[in-house]
């Protein structure tokens, strides 16, 4: 990895053209502030908010069990398992044990509390669905609103997305690295053993060069990402997060023309692997 860490741009307020045209078309990633001044959400979820108001919402979460301290991907992607429990339930065990790999992850939370959409305003705009696209194509083009609840320490290893995303960073702060697509092959693009195309075994943190030499020259760009401001990442960017403290995050991503040619090669791995299998 190279010793000269670069820092991602940063841009108050952009309108949602300027946000198109300087990152979105060109598949730049930037770090937005301003857009959720209205946002409740940013004012009062947190842990002992949703522990009070929703204790029996029923939510999915990713537990880890392991022996050690290490956040090998490689480990993380053949030992996670899926479970479901209630929002005070994970809370409390969160709370009791802080060292857990327990990370609500990923989960649709409207689904379960529709309420909650009353607390942030769309980010609609700016992900630029052309208007003459028919309402239910409009609709199948921006996925589900996606909650992230866990403790400090948590990770979520390297990995790619399929779509543009807009994280937002609600409660506490996180620290994010973020690698071109150009450099996959430096992150061993692609391991198929690990389950799916958009996973790699590097621990982009804490790299072990004996194991993946090849990322020494990776030129990876580096943030921290705090309560209220927006992370565009997108498609096909490799992210890796890392909690500083007890944390909250919502993640809104979206499909386009652009973003399904430039995943053609990571579909076209995953269809010749299961032809072959």
Do not use: C
């Not at 010793?3 to 946000?19: A, D, Y």
């Not at 989960?107 to 208007?131: C, G, K």
């Not at 609840?149 to 960073?169: E, M, R, Y």
């Amino acid at each position: 990895m190279s010793e000269t860490t670069q820092k991602i741009e940063r841009v108050h307020q952009p309108s949602p053209l300027e946000f198109y045209q300087r990152f979105v078309k060109p598949n730049r990633p930037v770090v937005l502030s301003g857009l959720t001044g209205g946002w409740e959400a940013i004012k009062k979820w947190s842990p002992d908010y949703f522990r009070t108001n929703y204790p029996n919402a029923k939510v999915a979460y990713t537990a880890w069990d392991r022996s050690d301290s290490g956040d090998d991907p490689t480990a993380y992607y053949r030992n996670r398992k899926r479970r479901t429990t209630t929002l005070g339930q994970f809370i409390d065990s969160m709370n009791q044990s802080p060292s857990t790999r327990d990370y609500i992850s990923q989960f649709p939370i409207l689904n379960e509390l529709p309420q909650l959409t009353d607390d942030f305003q769309s980010l609609d705009a700016y992900m630029n669905i052309p208007e003459l696209y028919p309402a239910k194509l409009r609709r199948k083009l921006r996925k589900a609103a996606t909650l992230w609840l866990g403790p400090k320490g948590i990770v979520t290893p390297v990995h790619f997305d399929s779509a543009h995303n807009l994280l937002v960073q609600i409660r506490g702060h996180k620290k994010l690295i973020l690698i071109p697509p150009q450099q996959s092959n430096l992150l061993y693009y692609p391991r198929l053993e690990l389950g799916h195309v958009n996973f790699s075994p590097v621990d982009v943190e804490a790299p072990d060069f004996e194991r993946f030499p090849r990322f020494r020259d990776a030129t990876p760009l580096e943030l921290e990402l705090g309560p209220g401001e927006v992370l565009f990442i997108p498609v096909r960017w490799w992210h890796y997060a890392r909690a500083l403290e007890q944390t909250i995050s919502m993640n809104f991503w979206w499909f386009s023309i652009d973003s399904l040619r430039r995943m053609w090669h990571p579909y076209l791995v995953y269809k010749m692997s299961r032809l072959f299998r």
